[in-house]
């Protein structure tokens, strides 16, 4: 089976709770969940690096790393040992659905960015947009659990402005190479956040 089928059919694990009777908080629905964190975490590296070199010096020299640039309404990833082992359950599903809702916009306006400078480049678009429909689809998941279980939904304030379209070209080659980077340690804290709630819930 391809990447992109497994990804169609994990995402579409939104839908299991409505076609089977599944325990609260859907141990099932984590499981998959989990599997789909897996998957987009796989492509993390590639999509940065795919994505950098496209961009030109000094984003495509070899070994190019800035952890100078920085996006404020960019939620992070890193939090203490003691904190994130801490979380509660809500506590954890929360913090990825804020997280990943504040990064599907992101990455539709790098994806933009991208049509403008590199139009016609189809290996770096279909991983943007293969990015944002998995980010989704994690979303969903998110979602389904939440309901499940009875939490409330978070719904983060709107990180963009309409200025955000306006940058020079190199401040969105930026942005792009700061989103892919956060979204990569996102993910690795996603795969151990549904890592923690499976041993918790496992059947």
């Known amino acids: 089976m391809t990447p992109s089928a497994s990804l169609r059919i994990l995402c579409f694990v939104a839908l ?27 492509n993390t590296s590639a999509l940065l690096n795919t994505y950098l070199s496209y961009q030109g010096s000094p984003f495509s020299d070899p070994g190019f ?64 947009r293969k990015t944002k429909m998995g980010i989704e689809g994690l979303l969903n998941n998110l979602a389904s659990i939440m309901g499940m279980a009875g939490y409330q939904i978070p719904m983060p ?8 379209a306006s940058i020079s070209n190199f401040n969105r080659k930026v942005r792009g190479y700061v989103v892919c980077t956060e979204y990569r340690n996102w993910m690795e804290r996603t795969v151990r956040d549904f890592t923690v709630l499976l041993d918790r819930y496992h059947e």
């Open 157 to 164: 304030p709107d990180p963009l402005m309409s200025a955000s």
């Open 65 to 128: 790393s800035s952890p100078y640039f920085k996006i404020e309404e960019l939620p992070k990833a890193a939090i203490t040992f003691r904190i994130w082992r801490g979380l509660s359950v809500e506590q954890r599903l929360a913090e990825n659905y804020q997280a990943y809702t504040i990064y599907a916009e992101f990455f539709q306006l790098v994806l933009d960015d991208q049509r403008l400078l590199n139009p016609g480049q189809d290996a770096l678009l279909g991983m943007l």
């Open 16 to 42: 299991y709770p409505y076609l089977h009777s599944v325990p609260i908080p859907a141990t099932e629905t984590i499981r998959q969940t989990h599997s789909l964190a897996l998957l987009l975490q796989s």
